[in-house]
């Protein structure tokens, strides 16, 4: 079922054309979506992570859609995805929405999870959820330590239940494009962004529901409960952790991951918390050379 909902993205977003809207569960999902002409192509899903939304993408997309079928919705209440239940933005819930949207859309049992962030948390999550689980989930940043000093310093006052309230949302989304502080958030993530790949981020923060739901869902996030499922999780795991992203310091992570997810392969590459979209050719190459090596027997290219 489609709406208007298109109308209400910039004519600039990247990867406009793949762009549909789906009802599904009450929740009007703006999804991107190429399906592969080759009926054997893998399903990949792209999960963004908390603020951002299918833009994340914009440099990974168009690559991978030349091989597999590629799957990138906004999460609920982020980007232009709208319908949403406020009391509904925790990991699980979210989790739980994406199986129905994927069903909905005939792609009920992806082959391949990409997340970032804590995207990756819901890959995580959804994977428990397939009756026939995903044969690799890649994880960018994942957020799998609770975040240090930089993080509270710009974030932290404002997960908060006054903060994530709607009335608040509202002042926020005027007064964080008037202070400047969507830069400094951006700064502090260490990644080399252009100017019109932070304009996507602005234009985003402009709108209280996309802050509102941005704050509740890391407000919600309930990193021990996750990690209490890792024995869940039966799918190939390969992780991203990166020298100079302040969010997800990577000693801390490293050792979570160690712990909790030993058989995962680890890459540790310079860069910041962004570094998908930062370092997109590096990330891309990163994807491909995980999928060919760990089980799928098909042709890759870079």
Same mark, same amino acid.
């Given at each position: 079922?489609?709406?208007?909902?298109?109308?209400?993205? @910039?004519?600039?977003?990247?990867?406009?054309?793949?762009?549909?809207?789906?009802?599904?569960?009450?929740?009007?999902?703006?999804?991107?979506?190429?399906?592969?002409?080759?009926?054997?192509?893998? !399903?990949?899903?792209?999960?963004?992570?908390?603020?951002?939304?299918?833009?994340?993408?914009?440099?990974?997309?168009?690559?991978?859609?030349?091989?597999?079928?590629?799957?990138?919705?906004?999460?609920?209440?982020?980007?232009?995805?709208?319908? %949403?239940?406020?009391?509904?933005?925790?990991?699980?819930?979210?989790?739980?929405? +994406?199986?129905?949207?994927?069903?909905?859309?005939?792609?009920?049992?992806?082959?391949?999870?990409?997340?970032? #962030?804590?995207?990756?948390?819901?890959?995580?999550?959804?994977?428990?959820?397939?009756?026939?689980?995903?044969?690799?989930?890649?994880?960018?940043?994942?957020?799998?330590?609770? @975040?240090? #000093?930089? %993080?509270?310093?710009?974030?932290?006052?404002?997960?908060?239940?006054?903060?994530?309230?709607?009335?608040?949302?509202?002042?926020?989304?005027?007064?964080?494009? +008037?202070?400047? #502080?969507?830069?400094?958030? +951006?700064?502090? !993530?260490?990644?080399?962004?252009? @100017?019109?790949?932070?304009?996507? %981020?602005?234009?985003?923060?402009?709108?209280? /529901?996309?802050?509102?739901?941005?704050?509740?869902?890391?407000?919600?996030?309930?990193?021990?409960?996750?990690?209490?499922?890792?024995?869940?999780?039966?799918?190939?795991?390969?992780?991203?952790?990166?020298?100079?992203?302040?969010?997800?310091?990577? /000693?801390?992570v490293r050792a979570v991951i160690k712990e909790y997810y030993p058989q995962a392969i680890l890459f540790e590459?310079?860069?910041?918390?962004?570094?998908?979209?930062?370092?997109? +050719?590096?990330?891309?190459?990163?994807?491909?050379?995980?999928?060919?090596?760990?089980?799928?027997?098909?042709?890759?290219?870079?």
């Open positions: 079922m489609l709406n208007a909902n298109l109308s209400k993205i @910039p004519k600039d977003w990247p990867n406009l054309s793949l762009s549909t809207s789906i009802l599904v569960n009450q929740i009007q999902w703006h999804v991107q979506i190429h399906r592969h002409p080759n009926p054997e192509a893998r !399903t990949i899903l792209l999960i963004h992570g908390a603020g951002a939304s299918t833009h994340s993408w914009e440099n990974i997309l168009p690559n991978l859609m030349q091989e597999f079928t590629v799957i990138a919705p906004d999460l609920p209440g982020h980007g232009f995805t709208t319908g %949403y239940d406020q009391n509904l933005l925790k990991v699980d819930d979210i989790a739980f929405d +994406l199986h129905l949207l994927l069903e909905e859309l005939g792609f009920p049992h992806p082959d391949i999870l990409i997340g970032h #962030s804590a995207g990756t948390n819901i890959c995580l999550a959804l994977s428990v959820l397939c009756e026939v689980p995903p044969q690799l989930i890649i994880g960018m940043n994942p957020a799998l330590v609770p @975040p240090p #000093s930089a %993080y509270n310093m710009f974030l932290g006052p404002l997960i908060h239940p006054i903060a994530t309230s709607s009335i608040m949302a509202h002042f926020l989304a005027s007064t964080l494009r +008037l202070s400047g #502080s969507i830069d400094k958030i +951006l700064d502090s !993530t260490n990644s080399a962004l252009t @100017p019109l790949q932070r304009s996507r %981020y602005k234009f985003l923060f402009n709108d209280s /529901n996309h802050i509102n739901s941005a704050l509740s869902f890391v407000a919600a996030i309930n990193i021990p409960k996750l990690l209490k499922q890792s024995k869940e999780v039966n799918s190939q795991l390969a992780f991203v952790l990166t020298k100079q992203d302040s969010w997800i310091q990577l /000693n801390s590459e310079e860069g910041g918390h962004l570094f998908h979209e930062a370092n997109p +050719l590096r990330a891309l190459e990163i994807i491909h050379t995980t999928i060919q090596n760990v089980h799928f027997d098909i042709k890759v290219s870079v």
